[in-house]
Each structure stands twice: as C-alpha cells, then as structure tokens.
C-alpha cells in the first residue's frame, strides 16, 4: 500500500495514476450516467474510498486551487469524498451540492454555507459529458456566487471540455482517458 509520500509532482502524478487504473479501471458493457454506454468504466467509489489514493488525489487537486478560492463543492455524491478531502488539505470550508432537493428537513439542494460574492471551484470525480457538473456549477451561481472552474479527476474525452465551454465553465482535470491509457 501506498502512501503517497513522493515529493516530485510528476512522480506523484505517475503514482496515482497506476493506483487508479489498478483499483478502479473495469471493463465490460456498461450504461454511463449520460446513457451512453461504453466498454470500460472507472468505478469512482473503488478510488474515492481507499485512503492511500484519496490521501495523494487530494493533495495533488489542491495544488489547482488558486487562493482566490473561497469555497469548494462537491456534487452529491462522488464529489462530497473528493471536496471533503481536499478541504482537510487546503483549509478552504465546501458545500454539498445534491442531486434534487429532498422533501424533508431543510428541504434544500445546497448543504453548507454558501453567499453571494464567493468564488467556487467545483470537484468532480470522473467526467464525460459533464452534465452533473454544469448543473452543480448552476447552483452555486443561483446563489449569486461565482464559479472559478470545475476540476476533475478523469476526463473521459467524450465532450465535457466543449459542454462545459458552451454553458460558461472552464473545466480543468488531473487525468485523462488517453493519459491514462499508458497505465491500462
């Protein structure tokens, strides 16, 4: 088990890209949340829940976070580990950004504090066509705050970049599918 602990970024990033690729990367006939299907998946919950990957993802993803960054999101639910993560590494306080609103309790789609003027970076898991995050990154701009970018951990390259560009987000991403084809 790894933890992480390599000082070089690149070296780092090298490292956790095999770590993904080995715990997450599944092949078979899958149904995406797009309702595309394809014939590889990475299974964000087999990394998102293994402290030896989460541990080095998160410190690799706040090293994107400019100091401008008022808040972090995570999108319910593969976001809130990663925004959780990363603000135990930044210090930076995250809101939860949920699916629907729930008919109880609160009854709100945002958990968290959030207020007009704050400047957002969104944390999303694995990414293809980037719907999740858009509609996330709405939210957050109902609010009256301002979404600085959406930072991914995988981008599938299957549209993402250029839905995002077309709804008014900058999207950033630690990972690649074609990068990380080098470690399938």
Do not use: C, W
Not at 74 to 84: D, H, K, N, Q, R
């Amino acid at each position: 088990m790894r933890l992480g602990l390599t000082t070089d970024k690149k070296t780092r990033q090298e490292q956790l890209a095999r770590d993904i690729v080995r715990s997450s990367f599944l092949v078979g006939d899958f149904i995406l949340s797009s309702g595309k299907k394809s014939q590889y998946y990475f299974d964000k919950y087999l990394f998102e829940t293994k402290p030896y990957i989460l541990r080095p993802l998160a410190r690799l993803l706040a090293e994107f976070i400019p100091p401008a960054a008022d808040r972090l999101a995570g999108p319910e639910l593969g976001g809130v580990s990663l925004a959780t993560a990363v603000s135990l590494e930044t210090g930076i306080p995250f809101v939860i950004i949920k699916k629907k609103e729930k008919e109880y309790a609160t009854a709100k789609s945002l958990e968290g504090e959030l207020y007009p003027g704050e400047r957002v970076v969104v944390l999303e898991d694995v990414i293809t066509t980037g719907a999740q995050a858009i509609r996330a990154a709405q939210e957050i701009q109902a609010v009256g705050a301002e979404v600085l970018f959406i930072l991914g951990v995988l981008d599938r390259e299957e549209g993402a970049q250029e839905n995002m560009a077309a709804a008014g987000f900058q999207m950033k991403a630690l990972f690649t599918r074609m990068a990380l084809e080098a470690h399938m």
